[in-house]
């Protein structure tokens, strides 16, 4: 397949806990109608924060998250995020999640490096490369966390051949230039 490039906001997901699936992911803002299969892919993504996101720290949730999330007592504001991220490898989901059966397409994004905390509000360059599988419906919660775990090891390892494109302005922001 040619890359596909998708460049949106973060918005919340259906808050059913990737986390526990071991993969929290970022949903992406109007991405229902790619052109692309539906399926699981891997490829690359970089996190632009923007003057008017504000990331605080949750004390509670012991990560960092949007301001209208959470309890506002136990949050605390920080201002020493980089505006720019390095981009790093990904892996996704995009279609219907048929283990949910959700009724719309969404394209949730994990990054394979561990940020701890989340970023709605701010915007995701999303470069996919590689389809890895069809997504499915397994019997049980663990089958599909099992085969999320082969999907990060998988897309770690296929994202690989188009470690170039990293490089590639037309998708992404170098790290000095913000
Ligand atoms: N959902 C499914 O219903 N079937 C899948 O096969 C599936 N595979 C996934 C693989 C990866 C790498 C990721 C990041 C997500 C996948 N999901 C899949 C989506 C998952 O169910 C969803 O992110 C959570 O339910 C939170 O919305
Ligand atoms: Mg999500």
Redesign the pocket.
């Known amino acids: 397949m040619k890359p596909i490039f998708v460049e949106d906001k973060i918005v919340k997901?259906?808050g059913?806990g990737?986390r526990e699936?071991g993969?929290p992911?970022s949903n992406i803002d109007n991405s229902s109608q790619l052109d692309i299969p539906n399926g699981?892919y891997c490829g690359f993504a970089q996190l632009v924060i923007h003057n008017d996101t504000q990331i605080q720290y949750d004390s509670s949730r012991q990560q960092f998250s949007d301001s209208q999330n959470g309890d506002a007592e136990k949050q605390t504001s920080i201002t020493v995020f980089p505006k720019v991220f390095p981009v790093y490898a990904m892996?996704?989901?995009y279609g219907y999640?048929?283990?949910?059966g959700n009724t719309e397409r969404t394209l949730?994004v994990?990054i394979l490096n561990e940020f701890g905390f989340d970023f709605y509000g701010a915007t995701l360059k999303v470069l996919i490369c590689q389809k890895l599988r069809d997504?499915?419906?397994f019997n049980n919660f663990q089958e599909?966390k099992d085969?999320?775990a082969d999907?990060?090891r998988n897309g770690a390892i296929e994202v690989i051949k188009y470690k170039h494109l990293k490089k590639d302005n037309s998708y992404f922001q170098d790290l000095n230039e913000s």
């Open positions: 997901g259906f059913r990737s699936l993969c992911t699981i892996v996704c989901s999640n048929p283990q949910y949730e994990h997504e499915l419906k599909l085969a999320i999907d990060k």
